[in-house]
């Protein structure tokens, strides 16, 4: 593996060796990077005078909001390192010269929290693009994955090597890994029969806030391990890599995608569907995107059409599906064209898959709801007929129940299993560029937001980590920590009752709180009399 590396004992011994306890502001960045420049070649290390600099930092910015901020005010450097002992030396470094460190996958942090900050604080940007190697092992079913690697090239490489087994994770190629397992869990089209893609991590390798290198669940306790598979990226350390369990799916897959205007009773099918997609067989899942007064419904079911269009008919009559309908293809044709289209009949797998370099988009705006009783269709109706304005908006409604509805909700540091018949994920995309370009969200997704109070989760509204949104509050710092009271807000909204239990564990692995974002998970001191 990327991660393995001789020196690993040395370097977390000479950091120890010279740990201040206190982080200052002031430290001076010059000699952070002079640190970095012993322990880490300098083709790996880009400052703002590198004129790849600029290129290297916007390259997996995923939403063009972020742009200006992360440029204005950029990182000390960007560090792309290749082994474990890069990493560490980031860490060591860092702690010494009070330089923090935000950590990047794949940029699809929807606040752009692993390459910018919000406050005026000193950080480096280390980018694990080429920590990105999958191993896989047929016989025992499972792949050890680096952090870098994208969603798509996991695909790809467990395809390649394993075919008739995959890894249940998200729906977009591009994602990062590290973010995508660690921030929120992994929602994806086959958690009704396998769970999130957390609920199948059997082992990390992670370097510590000491700069430790710990080599399995073993080295780094049940707490942590819990604690960085679904439990917020950024708070605990860097996951350089994690041993995945491979699921079999059959040579052949269906997918179909129903399109419904009002008039064609759009608003009957998502009021219908919203029992009835929880309750299909583990085997099929159907999700919703509705955009522009009309509803999209997307399948993934492990056999055969014939099958699945039986099963429909039976459970789903409205929906209407037929056999023109339905698409047969392989499992990595199927996470390939549910991306990227038709482009899969004119453009090799390895190209889409494999390719980390996407154009940048519009602004983007992002939120998450929760929903454990069905809205009326009244209250559909009200969703259909929203104004969007200028802003182009969906709601992307992905169904729990299956799988889900067994794993208890403190398996994991996700919450949202029991009893929930569905998330929501509203997006709101504009043009802010420009002449005339507006910087700031619209009014749709906020209005529509605040509308749904009523029909979600409450007490707390949850919401999903992997969706993160900063609207949901921020970290408030006091005497150079995170306070608990400040970061609850926000966190048991991600984590439930989970929360208390994730900063109770932030003490053990990083009581100075060197990992720290605006939303990142703060230690929680119990102190008994």
Known sequence: ????????????????????????????????????????????????????????????????????????????????????????????????????????????????????????????????????????????????????ATIGELYYAVAMAAPGLVFPAGVCPTIGVGGHFKSGGGVGLMMGKYGLSADNILDATIVDADGNLLQGKKAMGDDLFWAIRGGGGGSFGIVLSWKVRLVPVPPKVTYFSVTKTMN??????????????????????????????????????????????????????????????????????????????????????ERLLLNRTMPLGPFVKNKSDYVRKSLTKKTWEKIFTWPSGAAEGELILEPHGGRMSTIADTDTPYPHQSGVLYNIQYVELWNGNGAGGNKSTPNWINGLYDFMAPFVTKNPRAAYANYRDLDLGVNKVVGGVTTYESSKVWGERYFGGNFRRLAMIKPKVDGRDYFRNEQSVPPLLLIRK
């Open 1 to 148: 593996m990327a991660v393995s590396n001789p020196i690993a004992l040395l370097l977390t011994v000479c950091f120890l060796g010279f740990y201040v306890p206190a982080m200052s502001l002031a430290s001076s960045s010059d000699e952070f990077l002079r640190c970095l420049s012993i322990h880490v070649p300098s083709q790996l290390v880009l400052t703002s005078r590198s004129p790849s600099f600029k290129s290297l930092l916007v390259s997996s910015i995923r939403n063009a909001k972020f742009v200006a901020p992360a440029t204005a005010r950029p990182p000390v450097c960007i560090l792309t390192p290749t082994k474990a002992s890069h990493v560490q030396a980031a860490v060591g470094c860092g702690r010494h010269h009070g330089v923090r460190l935000r950590v990047r996958s794949g940029g699809h942090d929807n606040e752009g929290l692993s390459y910018r900050s919000q406050r005026p604080e000193v950080f480096a940007v280390v980018d694990l693009a080429k920590l990105d190697a999958v191993h896989v092992d047929p016989r025992e079913a499972t792949a050890w994955v680096d952090s870098g």
């Open 264 to 349: 064609q009773g759009a608003v009957d099918a998502v009021t219908k569907w919203q029992t009835v997609a929880p309750a299909l067989p583990d085997d099929l899942s159907v999700r919703v995107v509705v955009q522009k007064r009309q509803a999209n419904f997307q399948s993934l079911y492990l056999g055969n059409s014939s099958a699945v269009v039986r099963t429909l008919h039976r459970q789903f009559p409205e929906l209407g599906v037929t056999h023109a309908d339905c698409r047969e293809m392989s499992w990595l044709q199927y996470v390939a064209y549910l991306y990227f289209g038709d482009a899969i009949n004119s453009t090799p797998l």
